[in-house]
């Protein structure tokens, strides 16, 4: 089983939807972050959280550390945000390389 | 953005052969990474160096070294490149909290073929 599992792994949104992508991981963790990949391979990172709630324009991602769970959200989708999210959790303990990636979520926003 | 270029963006390469990969930073940080991405699988760390001269292996390790003689360059060397080595490299260096927005700086990725 993997220890990052993201859900769902395609997503298709019309635009102005608001989307959730769902990332639940089995280890105990100091952070997790979110990623996304441009369709053309690049990777930005979106934000790191430890606990609560972030927002950064658009996007909002939640953590319950208790259900070990993460979400992000996008408000307002638009077909600029089609790309791949990707989770990752720190493990707790770990060096400081020791990031753990999910499969990453293929989003594609129809206009 | 946070000044971290890869070279080459492409190469194809043979069996057999040597292959580096360079990152270079222009900020300064101490950690720099090493990642390969292949379908089906996430992320996954090769290397790491937290100082120059100070590395230490990831998850995949096997058939790649690297070197950090400069806080600014990390390279990664397959010694002897095989086609299960066809993969996207990613460098990445970790950023210190700057609000809500932080965290892992990527490079553009370098696509490696070997045949």
């Known amino acids: 089983k993997n220890e990052v599992e993201q859900s769902p792994q395609n997503l298709t949104a019309q635009e102005g939807e608001f989307i959730t992508i769902n990332c639940s991981y089995s280890?105990?963790?100091?952070?997790l972050h979110w990623l996304q990949q441009h369709p053309g391979g690049g990777i930005v990172s979106l934000f790191m959280?430890?606990?609560g709630k972030k927002k950064h324009g658009r996007l909002i991602a939640t953590i319950n550390i208790q259900e070990k769970h993460s979400s992000l959200h996008i408000t307002a989708s638009h077909p600029r945000d089609s790309a791949v999210y990707i989770c990752?959790?720190?493990?707790?303990?770990?060096?400081?390389?020791?990031?753990?990636f999910g499969k990453g979520t293929k989003l594609s926003v129809k206009p | 953005d946070a000044g971290i270029t890869q070279s080459p963006r492409h190469k194809v390469t043979e069996t057999g052969t040597p292959v580096t990969l360079r990152c270079h930073q222009t900020?300064?940080?101490?950690?720099m990474y090493w990642y390969r991405q292949d379908p089906g699988h996430g992320l996954r760390l090769i290397h790491y160096?937290?100082?120059?001269?100070?590395?230490d292996k990831g998850e995949v390790s096997d058939g790649y070294s690297v070197s950090r003689s400069k806080t600014e360059d990390f390279l990664l060397t397959l010694e002897s490149a095989t086609s299960s080595q066809t993969s996207v490299y990613f460098c990445?260096?970790?950023?210190?909290?700057?609000?809500?927005?932080?965290?892992?700086?990527f490079g553009s990725g370098t696509r490696l073929t070997v045949v």
């Open positions: 990445a260096i970790s950023l210190p909290d700057r609000g809500p927005v932080y965290g892992y700086t």
């Open positions: 280890v105990g963790i100091s952070a």
């Open positions: 959280l430890s606990s």
């Open positions: 990752a959790v720190m493990n707790y303990g770990g060096s400081q390389g020791n990031l753990i």
């Open positions: 900020e300064n940080h101490r950690y």
């Open positions: 160096s937290y100082g120059v001269k100070d590395t």
